[in-house]
């Protein structure tokens, strides 16, 4: 179904029409056939309160009748049905009237033309002349049907066809997505709305239906958001651009919205920080590119770029999700648009019937435990029992009885019996959940609307009190002026959320994961506990195995005696205002802010090892973005087949943050009193932040040949405030071609629904971050009067802005009348110019300067096959599959350096980029090797390592992902899954180099009483050879190896190298809507949808039981396969309800 | 109206709007950008006044030393231990047992040449320009000073290339440094000689509130340290730069001690680690504080909280040899260096005392130079003046005791049965063989100098004194228990970041870049050093 309006006259596309008339003829029911078509597509967002008494105004001359439609539709409300041929072939119009009656006009019109109409209900239906009108005589039919019409979120549908499946009985619906039609009882209703599935109902006598339509997803005419809010038919499109189903993702949510994305667009990888619950995500499209930079993605809502990501954003608000996968698609957002984007719009109002939605959705969270940890040898070194050990290298466990560890006076001389506590991990653990609730209403009327939406968060972690709290609040009015060539757009979100006890990570001594997986096998639940007493000085202090150690710390203490509180609130403003002049120019104007306080409050208490005596720390900060822009827009057919669509838009963006904090410092006078007046020295940091103004014009637009052929133009310039003088200024274009192949080749084979083809080019440019053109020196507390201390890296004056310059071709192919479809995309992008530090010797005065160079290269492949096996009246089943594969080179970094340590961890990893090399490989120390490859082993039976880390050990990239998502459902059940797979890439794992070097895992059972023998029983895939270069034959034990392989301060990161592969049920939902008949048509209650629904369920291969690649340390391009006591991966599963009500 | 006139009115309103619109961006403009991308939270480095440049110094001063982060590793795990002033109980931490874990050396040196050196060369290089001389001249001074203990650490370091801003710079040898230190010395005193009374910096000079004959008193006694350092690779120097030191006036009195200010928030370095209890007094200092009833040791350790007095523990135990029991029963340093919010006075960080200009003059005399004394004078100076510091505050009459006193460093009870770290007495043996007398020197040097054990563990290689007890356990093949390390190894940020220029520098060192391997002062033939007690 391929349509375009102007304002309120629906025209076939001339193809579309030919098409369906090949259909016609075969089944020689032309005349019935076209008239349904004609009924088929009908538009208009807003419809007004009409009559026949309607008065119409119009001084036109010599103009096309379709105008002459627009003009009536926006003066009367009455929308005109009908194909482009029959306008065609109409001849212009000239008509003078004041006040006139609909009747007249509608005569003056078709006078002479070689159409004629019909009116019915809110239309008029145009045909040619000699054509039969069908309709029925609403006195003939038997039974009058009305009900609603709706999208699977429940919003009503306005326009719809509703026509009989016999006969030629048509009506659309109203506003309020209501309809009435008059029918024999037992006929079949096809409901068909454009961008949507048809669906057949059949009648049964009923008096009301209700219809439920699920958008079509990959045909040609679904609109898509792109660059700056456009909606363009995916037609149109001439590069990648992919929407996501927004009812996944409210049913079977996350407290991150953009988890709920993972599996589903090719291309896209999304990894979430381990901090528990309101985690940050990191999202890729198509691979790193920025070397010292973010490759992350551009955020966009509502039209403008945000603040940071989605995370605080509630899917409820949500209308649409379209990922712009490369720099060829975001262009027109210019800075970071190089990294793709990702466009939100939220829910506007419909107006009419005022409507409230409801919905809640609880889960439960439980972990996926499943590092293999040993419960054989309990606390100790060399075989004996050592009561405060950190380690597991002590004596069996076999119920002898030890002395306690407890420091808490009431436990002296104490004894246990030295068994496996084999639970004493899980024992601290919790199921979590996850409960979210919201309200939705929308009402007024069609030239006013207003919605009004609220969502309730809250979540508990699997560690106890790790919490979440969220509100949303959102309010947007949408309002139609001085008949309606003014349109108002405005909304408010206000959101707060509060996290307690974030979870630290990596070796932090507050990351409860660290404590809880070396926590000793022996150590009883019960006493670690006890996990806090009173010493001599009646203060309340840590009770741990091995007071005053620099990391470890009893688990309970970590998690009860380190409270952390992070607050955010944020508001986000937007109005804009759209006028449009006349039929060829409108044009748009907008302003918006972003704005978000964060707080956090930090509690150490007394007995804490590193803040013996406690400290308090409070701090604020907040961020700022106040956004402009205009947009003017002029669309002409320039001959019968020739259409532009031009656009001059220009956008300034103020972006600036500060920060407070204050802190008790390292001193605290009165134990675990927290206020920040409770010291001799309380110390306090202000900083302005940074602020950076960017300021852009863009021109972009479409020609377009026989709505078949698209050429897409679009330069954008930027000045942007953090660059020299010299380069304020920098403009890039981009351009792409698409064509409808299936369009434009006559007779072409019928069981291809479509054929098109695309290629774009973009050039995308960056700025940097501010403040980077001078040497600055801070001043800081310190000595009589203060310490002056010059910044350590090295400005540069002569900063270029970064460069993407981004090809990409594709082809999109629906076959059997979509009932398979299939989208192939092929890409490349170089990233030039990048702006990143160079690492210094740290003798040369700096440690590093910033340059511009590079040339990061990123070449993939994506495939998006859909099929539907099974579409009949009650069962319908969709099997979409995803592929996304890339290679990723970094052809050039800097003659000075071919190679640039991005960052590392003190211990194990390097991420390095390197040229020649993938982007991000990690290097850590490997076994010392000899001329052929032999791992050198010395005399103590020890092999010998590298000195530093130069051995490259993993790559995180995996080498494919892909996904099988099955949506199937019959009558008013549905069963949703999603299965994905991620092939390849490796990760070093400190989690693992610790725990074997603490002899915590399974893997350090072998040899504890001797034997080991390098290359034979215990790393056999390795050849060993003694320093003379005879083979490795001595022997040691498993305490001697793992302490030196493994352990935090210099472990051999090749021996603790994990393989990500893994394959996972990443969704399942089972859902019923109960029949509205259940309820009566007086209940207020309808359309009960009631879902099951699990996340990340379970595990179907996982190559290494250590890593869930999903999870990592942080959010940083550095942090890519960083593996530092990360939570486990968690499984979700609970139940979602919505009512709507009416 | 008709319908032409109003299409054309609105289209030309629309595209007014716009141009409107465009100029307003265009001319919204760039005008204030200078303004918005400067940032208001720091100072521009290019318009530092000359008011600013002691705040710079001071930082220098500070950060010379190695202060906090970098304290613990770059001084606590490797000097301190290897002086044995300390043994590390703490089960993971690996250096007590001969293992350099790259990553505390790392930081160490990236420390010291991201924090102290380049304020440094800031000062020089704004003093020299503006004419300041006399700060200039103390600025030098504090170069050598701290530079010193930098290749006194890993041998051939980065030194006169400094500050280049080049991907690449070189090192230099350590021979070289020495020479260049002494020219330093030479005319930075010369300046100094010829400002008498002046002050450069004020209270923004951390250790003698800018007194320029301070600073030229310390010099003197800087290039006398210096001199002994190079004695046996080079005695004609060192006896050369020995006596011209000593001609021009070295420090006699404790008033005369350079020390950096401690505050509250430059805190004294030892003090910013001590509430971990990682370390602990070692074997070597109970045997000889305790045998020789040192006034000194109440001074300077605790008794063990778990009692039993003073308890030290040997160098290089195991992991199964420190459980968390061994902190409670072994004695942690006094109250003097726990953190000042636990009570502690949080002293100034010792740069050098007069006491140890005395031993230096005793060595120099042993050794037949011309210090204006005899050996066995200048060692009582030196104990005296050690036992007359604040922290100690001895008697005349305490001191003349410990002066006459022939105890001896006792054997302890421990797992190992540990006979007594030496056995020399704290009486003076004038008579005594060259290494006798030396190692009696050297050892009450290596109890005033306590806790620096930068200076004592470079003179513990330089001499082999105090002989030291033999470590349990070595993880290092190159190294067995009764050996030492001699210097580390360059580091893994040098290795990836300034590569050809290790490369070369490695050429400099006498062998293999290894902890063993000798630094260029490093020459008393091996077989005169001691070995350590087991």
Redesign the interface.
């Known amino acids: 179904m391929k349509f375009k309006f102007y304002n309120g006259v629906l025209c076939l596309r001339p193809s579309l029409h030919q098409a369906a008339r090949k259909r016609c003829l075969n089944k020689k029911n032309l005349l019935v056939m076209k008239l349904a078509i004609m009924l088929l597509t009908v538009t208009c967002l807003q419809l007004r309160a009409e009559s026949f008494a309607q008065r119409i105004t119009l001084h036109k001359s010599n103009t096309s009748i379709e105008k002459i439609f627009e003009t009536i539709y926006e003066q009367a409300g009455y929308q005109f049905v009908c194909t482009k041929d029959m306008l065609r072939e109409a001849k212009k119009v000239s008509i003078d009237v004041d006040n006139a009656s609909l009747i007249g006009v509608l005569k003056i019109c078709f006078k002479d033309q070689p159409l004629t109409y019909s009116l019915r209900d809110k239309a008029i239906i145009v045909r040619k002349k000699g054509e039969q009108d069908r309709t029925p005589s609403p006195l003939i039919a038997p039974i009058q049907v009305t009900g609603k019409v709706t999208d699977s979120l429940d919003n009503p549908l306005i326009g719809v066809t509703i026509k009989a499946k016999s006969g030629t009985a048509g009506t659309v619906t109203d506003g309020s997505g209501n309809y009435s039609i008059t029918v024999p009882d037992d006929a079949v209703l096809v409901v068909s709305y454009v961008g949507y599935m048809s669906k057949e109902v059949p009648v049964n006598g009923r008096n009301e239906i209700n219809v439920t339509l699920q958008s079509a997803t990959t045909a040609l005419n679904q609109l898509v958001v792109t660059a700056l809010g456009v909606k363009q038919e995916a037609r149109a499109l001439t590069y990648s651009a992919q929407s996501v189903n927004v009812e996944d993702i409210t049913k079977n949510r996350s407290d991150n919205v953009l988890n709920t994305l993972k599996g589903k667009v090719p291309g896209m990888a999304i990894n979430t920080a381990g901090t528990g619950l309101g985690a940050s995500v990191r999202v890729v499209l198509r691979g790193n590119r920025s070397i010292s930079g973010s490759s992350e993605p551009l955020y966009v809502v509502d039209g403008v770029p945000i603040l940071g990501d989605l995370s605080l954003i509630s899917p409820d608000d949500i209308a649409s999700i379209t990922v712009l996968k490369g720099a060829s698609a975001a262009a027109l957002y210019g800075s970071r648009g190089q990294n793709g984007a990702v466009i939100i719009e939220t829910k506007t109002g419909v107006g009419g019937q005022p409507r409230v939605s409801v919905s809640t959705n609880l889960t439960v969270r439980t972990p996926i435990l499943s590092i293999p940890f040993q419960y054989a040898y309990g606390q100790g070194s060399a075989g004996q029992y050592i009561g405060s050990s950190e380690l597991a290298w002590g004596p069996k466990m076999e119920g002898q009885m030890v002395d306690t560890w407890s420091l808490d006076p009431k436990d002296a001389g104490n004894q246990y019996a030295f068994d496996p506590q084999t639970s004493n991990r899980e024992d601290i653990l919790q199921t979590g959940l996850n409960s979210s609730s919201n309200v939705f209403a929308s009402f007024g009327e069609k030239n006013a609307r207003t919605v009004v939406g609220y969502t309730y968060t809250y979540g508990e972690g699997i560690v106890p009190e790790n919490t979440l709290k969220r509100h949303n609040f959102t309010i947007r009015v949408n309002d139609n002026l001085f008949n309606g060539s003014l349109r108002l757009d405005a909304k408010l979100n206000y959101i707060k959320q509060d996290i307690h006890n974030q979870i630290s990570t990596g070796e932090s001594s507050f990351n409860p994961y660290r404590q809880i997986y070396n926590l000793p096998p022996n150590i009883r639940t019960v006493d670690a506990k006890n996990f806090e007493y009173i010493n001599a000085e009646g203060v309340p202090t840590q009770n741990y195995w091995y007071p005053s150690t620099t990391v470890g710390s009893n688990p309970y203490w970590a998690i009860y005696r380190n409270p952390r509180d992070n607050g955010e609130e944020r508001i986000i403003g937007m109005t804009s205002l759209t006028y449009t002049f006349s039929d060829l120019f409108n044009l748009m104007v907008r302003g918006s802010f972003d704005r978000i306080n964060s707080t956090s409050d930090v509690k150490y208490f007394y007995g804490t090892y590193r803040q013996p005596v406690g400290r308090y720390e409070v701090g604020k900060s907040s961020s700022n973005m106040l956004y402009g822009d205009f947009l003017f827009n002029y669309k002409q057919d320039l001959s019968k087949d020739w259409h532009v669509d031009a656009n001059l838009g220009g956008s300034i963006r103020k972006a600036n943050n500060d920060g407070l904090s204050t802190s008790t410092g390292s001193q605290m006078l009165i134990p675990n009193f927290f206020s920040i007046a409770n010291t001799l020295l309380p110390t306090a940091g202000y900083s302005h932040g940074s602020s950076t103004e960017v300021q852009s014009l863009y021109a972009f637009g479409t020609f377009s040949w026989k709505d078949a052929i698209f050429l897409n133009v679009a330069g954008r310039n930027d000045w942007s405030s953090t660059l020299p003088p010299d380069s304020w200024s920098f403009f890039y274009p981009s351009a792409g071609l698409s064509a409808i192949i299936s369009d434009l080749i006559p007779n072409f084979p019928q069981k291809i629904s479509h054929l098109k083809l695309r290629f774009s080019y973009a050039n995308v440019g960056n700025a940097t971050q501010p403040y980077m053109l001078t040497r600055t020196a801070n001043f800081s507390a310190g000595g009589n009067n203060g310490f002056l201390q010059l910044s350590s890296t090295l400005p540069n004056k002569e900063l270029e802005p970064e460069k993407t310059v981004s090809y990409e071709g594709g082809v999109d192919l629906g076959l059997w009348d979509e009932r398979l479809g299939l989208g192939v995309t092929l890409y490349k992008t170089n990233t030039f110019n990048q702006l990143f530090t160079i690492a210094l010797p740290v003798g040369s005065g700096a440690s590093q300067f910033y340059t511009n160079g590079g040339d990061v290269q990123n070449e993939g492949l994506e495939i998006l096959l859909t099929s539907t096996p099974v579409r009949t009246t009650n069962v319908r089943w969709d099997v979409n599959v995803n592929f996304s594969t890339y290679k990723s080179l970094v052809k050039e970094i800097s003659d000075e350096r071919p190679r640039i340590v991005v960052g590392s961890d003190s211990y194990v990893r390097e991420y390095v980029v390197e040229q020649g090399k993938p982007f991000g490989e990690v290097f850590s120390r490997g076994f010392l090797r000899d001329d052929q490859g032999r791992v050198i082993v010395n005399d103590n039976g020890i092999p010998e390592t590298t000195s530093g880390r130069t051995v490259p050990v993993a790559n995180f990239k995996p080498d494919w992902i892909g996904s099988i998502s099955s949506d199937f459902s019959y009558k008013n059940f549905n069963l949703n899954l999603l299965i994905d797979h991620r092939h390849g890439g490796t990760s070093v794992s400190m989690t693992r180099a610790i725990l074997d070097g603490n002899g915590f895992t399974k893997r350090t059972l072998q040899g504890r009483e001797g034997g080991l023998v390098f290359g034979q029983n215990i790393f056999p895939n390795y050849q060993a050879v003694l320093e003379d270069g005879h083979p490795n034959n001595v022997e040691v034990n498993a305490e001697q190896l793992w302490t030196l392989i493994g352990g935090r301060n210099s472990p051999v990161g090749e021996a603790f190298v994990d393989d990500l592969t893994n394959t996972r049920l990443r969704e399942l939902s089972i859902g019923y809507t109960i029949p509205n008949s259940v309820f009566g048509s007086s209940s207020h209650i309808t359309n009960v949808n009631i879902s099951l629904v699990g996340r990340n369920l379970f595990f179907f291969y996982r190559a290494s039981p250590y890593v869930d690649p999903d999870v990592l340390t942080g959010t940083g391009t550095i942090d890519e396969g960083f593996q530092s006591f990360t939570p486990p991966s968690v499984r979700s599963f609970g139940i979602n309800i919505k009512v709507d009500l009416k | 109206?008709?319908?032409?006139y109003?299409?054309c009115y609105?289209?030309l309103?629309?595209?007014s709007?716009?141009l409107l619109?465009?100029g307003a961006?265009?001319s919204?403009?760039?005008k204030?950008?200078?303004d918005?991308?400067?940032?208001?939270?720091?100072?521009?480095?290019?318009n530092?006044s000359s008011n600013?440049v002691?705040?710079?110094f001071?930082?220098s001063?500070?950060a010379g030393l190695s202060p906090t982060p970098s304290f613990q590793r770059a001084q606590n795990l490797f000097a301190d231990i290897y002086a044995q002033y300390f043994a590390t109980t703490?089960?993971?931490f690996?250096s007590d047992e001969f293992f350099e874990?790259?990553?505390w050396s790392d930081?160490a040196?990236?420390y010291f040449?991201?924090?102290a050196?380049?304020?440094l060369?800031?000062v020089r290089n704004y003093t020299r320009a503006h004419d300041m001389p006399v700060a200039y001249a103390i600025a030098s001074i504090w170069r050598v000073e701290i530079y010193h203990r930098m290749t006194d650490y890993w041998g051939p370091i980065?030194y006169s290339?400094?500050?280049?801003?080049?991907?690449?710079?070189a090192y230099d040898a350590q021979e070289d440094i020495y020479h260049d230190f002494f020219n330093v010395l030479d005319s930075a005193t010369a300046v100094l000689k010829q400002h008498p009374g002046e002050n450069a910096f004020g209270?923004?000079d951390?250790i003698y509130n800018g007194d320029a004959d301070k600073w030229l008193t310390f010099a003197n006694s800087l290039r006398l340290r210096l001199a002994m350092r190079v004695a046996y690779v080079d005695p004609a120097l060192a006896k050369a730069q020995a006596e011209k030191a000593v001609q021009d006036g070295v420090m006699l009195d404790n008033s005369e001690n350079a020390g950096v200010?401690s505050?509250?928030?430059?805190v004294n370095n030892l003090s910013s680690i001590t509430?971990?209890?990682?370390f602990a007094m070692s074997a070597s200092m109970e045997s000889v504080l305790v045998g020789y009833n040192d006034p000194r040791l109440s001074v300077y350790f605790a008794e063990a909280r778990g009692g039993g007095g003073y308890i030290g523990v040997r160098n290089g135990l195991?992991?199964?040899d420190r459980?968390?029991?061994l902190?409670v029963n072994s004695s942690f340093v006094s109250l003097r260096w726990m953190?000042?919010?636990?009570g502690g006075p949080n002293p100034p960080n010792r740069v050098m005392c007069a006491a140890e200009v005395y031993f230096l003059r005793a060595e120099g005399a042993l050794r037949g130079w011309n210090m204006n004394g005899t050996a066995m004078d200048l060692y009582n100076e030196g104990i005296t003046a050690s036992l007359k510091e604040d922290r100690v505050d001895a008697s005349d009459a305490e001191i003349n005791q410990y002066i006459e006193s022939t105890n001896m460093p006792i054997a302890l009870n421990d797992k190992w049965n540990s006979p007594p770290m030496t056995n020399i007495p704290v009486k003076y043996d004038a008579s005594g063989s060259f290494e006798n007398q030396l190692e009696q020197i050297i050892t009450q040097k290596w109890l005033a100098l306590y806790p620096d054990g930068w200076e004592a563990w470079a003179e513990r290689r330089r001499t082999g004194y105090p002989k030291g007890y033999a470590l349990i356990n070595s993880?290092n093949?190159n190294i067995n228990i009764y050996g030492m390390m001699r210097r580390l190894?360059f580091t893994?940020?040098?290795?990836?970041?300034?590569e050809q220029?290790v490369e070369d520098a490695r050429k400099l060192l006498n062998g293999d870049d290894v902890n063993y391997t000798r630094v260029w002062w490093d020459a008393k033939p091996l077989n005169l050093f001691p070995k350590p007690t087991n």
Do not use: W
């Open positions: 109206m008709n319908t032409k109003r299409n609105h289209t309103a629309g595209l709007i716009c619109l465009v961006v265009l919204g403009c760039t204030k950008y200078t918005i991308n400067t940032s208001k939270d720091n100072l521009s480095a290019d530092i600013l002691g705040q710079a001071a930082e001063e500070y703490q089960p993971s690996q874990v790259g990553q930081f040196f990236q040449y991201s924090s050196a380049p304020q060369f800031f980065i290339n400094f500050g280049n801003g080049k991907t690449s710079v209270s923004n951390l200010l505050t509250t928030n430059n509430y971990h209890y990682e195991t992991t199964a459980p968390s029991s902190t953190p000042y919010y636990m993880l093949p190894k893994e940020s040098e290795v990836a970041n300034n220029a």
